[in-house]
């Protein structure tokens, strides 16, 4: 089954707002792919959706093969998002951060220490373990916010806007940890608004504006399109 099958999927806003309007869209397992849209297109509410922060209104949501409406609790399992603002204690450390959150998801202490080192190597941070996060850089903080959402090994990594407001040095360190995560297998579904982005780190593509799917495409035959 596809890492992300989505039919049909509307959302509307309590304030009558219509997100998405009937989105259609499959993701391949092991794919790296871009939602690639204007603000307000509808990007962060698909984000919310897929990773069960939102509630849809009508249509369905797939992730290899579990129903997020039959099975919430399994799909969430399966997704890791890293969400656009830096929200963990800037007081604690990198090592403590990762190991406390792997223990809110239940998983045991020696477990926990074990990928927060996997992580934070993979996340080059490792020789940040022991600082204190606030004295870490904007890049070394975004890069901390993806160790993180690894510690539960997700199958679909999902980012929304990872490098908005970013320099491009920043950008490049944080592409280089996202294309290693994709390399050790895990499907990467992220949103943003720079082709340029698009264009470096992913395969596949759909282009999304006022809530519909305009166009999604292999990265490379969108670029010959433009
Ligand atoms: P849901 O239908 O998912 O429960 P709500 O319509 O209740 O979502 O809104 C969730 C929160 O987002 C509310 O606190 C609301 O005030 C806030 N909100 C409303 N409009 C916007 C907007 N245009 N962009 C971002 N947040 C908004
Ligand atoms: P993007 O991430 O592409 O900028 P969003 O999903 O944030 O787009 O927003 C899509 C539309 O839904 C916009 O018109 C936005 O104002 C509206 N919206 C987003 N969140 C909420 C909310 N919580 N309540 C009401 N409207 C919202």
Redesign the pocket.
Known sequence: SPALRVRGLTKR???G?Q?LKGIDLEVAPGDFFALL??????????I?IISSLVNLSEGSVEVFGVDLQQQRGAAMRLVGLVPQEINFNLFEKPIDILVNYAGFYGIDRATALVRAEEELKRAHLWEKAHMISRTLSGGMKRRLMIARAMMTRPQLLIL?EPTAGVDIEIRRDMWRVLEQINRDGTTIIL?THYLEEAEQLCRNVAI?DR?QIVQQAPMRELLATL
């Open positions: 806003y309590d304030n707002v997100a849209g204007p603000n307000g297109a509808g990007k962060s509410t698909m919310g929304d949103t999304i809530g």
